[in-house]
């Protein structure tokens, strides 16, 4: 069974093709589905999307739920056919705690609606109390530019002047804009990306999308819709109406957890963003819209769920009317990391005819349990039966079995103890090498750049220079003998911050000498030295003798698995690398490099493991008594369920305990020791060592 098949169950599924007659006969039907477990409801939602032609707003209980709401139907459905809808900011007429990303994720969602009306939309109690403008005003107010359009400069500027835009030398966020000769940059409300717009006379020759870290161009695009911040911007202008989204989608379906626990919310917050008005009326300068302008009530949400389709899925429905169907369903059980429990639940599925699927975004995590399920099949106890599973690379917040269907579904995280992280869209961007616009405005005057092709020199701040009769702005930099080069904004990409020895200020290039040319040259040089030592270094280490531990067993990676979070692809990289170099005949020497919190350790802890399960003895070298006792404590935690001994010796300890520890050592009674530059004294002797851990923390 795919994903494809476990869509069409559900599609075809008796309650589905029930609700659905019930929906299209109705158009203010009210359900409720009772007994949904784990993540069943983005099934029925898939099911439902796909036949009814209407848009699909889900309210859950607060943020969280919508997050992993939304990654749910982002899997399912796909997510080119989801919005998120968040709320603009944390209390009314709190203008300053306004979040200008999640302004820009609302007006996104207004656009999108503006042109397909079938979207699946999340949202949550704090996100729907504010009102949203009218649909036909968010239409007048859109600048649209097209390709070879005619359109003045000046035209332009007072538009997005009086949509409330800023200018700027540099775009770098929503509800900003930049001329510099022929050329506009826009950061509307309604993109993600800034727009470059660039004219000759008149005429829009070119429209590009760029990067607002690096400047450099995306993509071409044939036409944009400028938006304005319509939501907050205006807060203390009543020139616009503003609608609930409910009315802004018009006639959706509407999802909730409880209708009840909404209007409770939204009664409750109503009341406090009067109270609030009452004070900022008195005490405020700024004029505020009262709260029946800027946000909706109880009684205006009450009316609205009465008069459209209402789907809820909690545990009571808040109309009586409401048309039960009752879901035989459960959520996934809990094994605690007990992994024949496991087995043992999927034999019986087996033999009830369930399907079970294992849900699980990476291969690796799959791969696993298919190892970890193998080792298990070939205990005594589990001689002659058969363990069934299908996998699937899809990730969900939580695993169920429902019983009409006979599938039970499990999750890997669930299934391992592990953090499930939801992801919504990020919109920090960051580029390690390239100059930012952040960097422009932390410069000072006389500070060092570097330009690649031209090499160091002294930032003198922008200037605006004439390029075929048009101004534009430049970067300014002085270089020996007082030359000038002026860099064009659109050449960032080429500069960057001067890093050197601190304390010896570097020395100027000289425009158009070799001195720059050779530096690269000679850098370049001293690299492949560096290469060539270590070539030869690395050649004798090969040649020499060393112990190849085995593969992996089912322990590692039921070790491996039970991490309680999810691993990075860096991390993954690094576990899989230090033990393929382990495996090898030769010694191995390797170094991982990580900042604080990046998962060192457990890249450790999982080559420290490989190595006890091959009956060696491993080496923890800590430059601190602390950080020996730190890692004593996290080595312990992680290995508690595993055939494997850990012990530590430091200044803490006593000379009876450090000579009993070292006893127990030297018989091979301790699998993993860690401590100071004391495991490395003359009457320290292992059993067997063979590995050895040293952590620099440099």
Not at 254 to 272: F, G, Q, T, V
Not at 357 to 368: G, P, V, W
Not at 387 to 392: A, E, N, P, V, Y
Request: glycine share 4%; charged share 30%.
């Amino acid at each position: 069974m795919n994903l494809s098949d476990l869509k069409y169950l559900y599609s075809q599924s008796g309650n589905v093709k029930q609700i659905r007659d019930l929906l299209s006969q109705q158009k203010d039907v009210k359900i409720h589905l009772k007994g949904l477990a784990g993540s069943q409801l983005s099934f029925y939602a898939n099911a439902l999307y796909n036949t009814q032609n209407q848009a699909h707003l889900f309210i859950a209980q607060d943020k969280e739920e919508a997050a992993y709401l939304l990654n749910d139907l982002e899997n399912l459905v796909g997510k080119e056919h989801v919005l998120f809808f968040p709320s603009s900011y944390k209390r009314p007429y709190q203008v300053e705690e306004i979040d200008n990303a999640n302004v820009m994720l609302r007006t996104e969602v207004l656009t999108e609606l503006n042109n397909n009306k079938n979207y699946l939309i999340v949202t949550y109690p704090e996100a729907l109390r504010e009102k949203v403008i009218d649909k036909q005003q968010l239409q007048q107010n859109a600048l649209v530019i097209n390709k070879n359009d005619s359109l003045s400069l000046d035209f332009i500027n007072e538009v997005l002047f009086d949509y409330g835009f800023e200018r700027v030398d540099f775009v770098s966020k929503p509800g900003e804009y930049a001329i510099r000769g022929g050329i506009v940059d826009v950061f509307s409300f309604a993109n993600e990306n800034p727009y470059r717009i660039e004219f000759f006379g008149d005429d829009v020759e070119s429209i590009r999308m760029f990067d607002v870290v690096s400047q450099t161009s995306i993509g071409d695009v044939n036409k944009i819709t400028v938006v304005p911040n319509t939501q907050s911007a205006n807060e203390q202008s009543d020139e616009y109406k503003r609608v609930s989204l409910i009315e802004y989608i018009q006639t959706p379906i509407i999802w909730a957890k409880s209708a009840a626990h909404l209007l409770e919310y939204l009664d409750e917050s109503y009341d406090k963003a009067k109270e609030i008005f009452e004070r900022k009326k008195e005490n405020s300068p700024l004029k505020h819209l009262p709260p029946e302008q800027l946000f909706v009530n109880k009684t205006e949400i009450e009316q609205l769920l009465a008069e459209n389709s209402l789907i809820e899925y909690g545990l009571s429905a808040y109309f009586n009317y409401a048309v039960e169907f009752e879901i035989n369903a459960e959520p996934q059980h809990s094994f605690n990391k007990n992994f024949h429990l496991f087995a043992q639940e999927l034999i019986h599925n087996t033999e009830k005819g369930y399907q079970s699927i294992f849900l699980a975004d990476s291969l690796k995590q799959t791969e696993r349990l298919e190892e970890i399920m193998e080792g298990i099949v070939q205990e005594p106890e589990f001689e002659g039966k058969e363990i069934r599973f299908k996998s699937l690379y899809i990730t969900l917040a939580g695993g169920f079995i429902d019983k009409q269907l006979k599938i039970a579904c499990y999750t890997d995280h669930e299934l391992f103890n592990r953090y499930h992280r939801f992801h919504l869209r990020d919109k920090a961007r960051t580029k390690a090498k390239e100059f930012s616009l952040k960097d422009l405005n932390s410069l000072q005057k006389g500070d060092y750049v570097t330009h690649i092709d031209h090499g160091v020199g002294k930032f003198s701040g922008l200037e605006k220079i004439e390029v075929n009769g048009k101004k534009q702005e430049a970067i300014r930099i002085i270089y020996a003998n007082n030359d000038i080069l002026y860099v064009s904004i659109h050449s960032l990409h080429k500069i960057s911050k001067y890093t050197g020895k601190e304390g010896a200020p570097p020395r100027i290039d000289r425009l158009g000498s070799n001195h720059w040319k050779k530096a690269k040259q000679k850098a370049k040089s001293k690299v492949k030295e560096i290469a060539y030592d270590l070539i030869k270094l690395y050649a004798k280490r090969k040649a020499s003798k060393g112990f190849a531990f085995s593969p992996d067993t089912y322990l590692q990676h039921e070790l491996e698995a039970s991490f309680l979070y999810e691993d990075t692809p860096d991390q993954y990289k690094a576990t899989e690398d230090v033990k393929r170099d382990m495996e090898k005949p030769y010694p191995m020497d390797r170094l991982v490099c990580g900042d604080v919190g990046f998962g060192k350790t457990e890249v450790a802890i999982r080559a420290a493991f490989k190595a006890v399960a091959d009956n060696k003895q491993v080496a923890v070298l800590v430059p601190t008594t602390i950080l020996a006792l730190q890692h004593y404590k996290t080595f312990k935690k992680r290995l508690k369920d595993f055939p494997c001994t850990v012990d530590y010796i430091n200044r803490f300890k006593t000379s009876k305990q450090q000579k009993e520890t070292l006893k127990k050592l030297k018989e091979g009674k301790v699998d993993i020791l860690i401590g100071t530059h004391r495991i490395v004294g003359k009457d320290v002797e292992f059993n067997d060592l063979g590995l050895l851990i040293i952590d620099e923390e440099q």
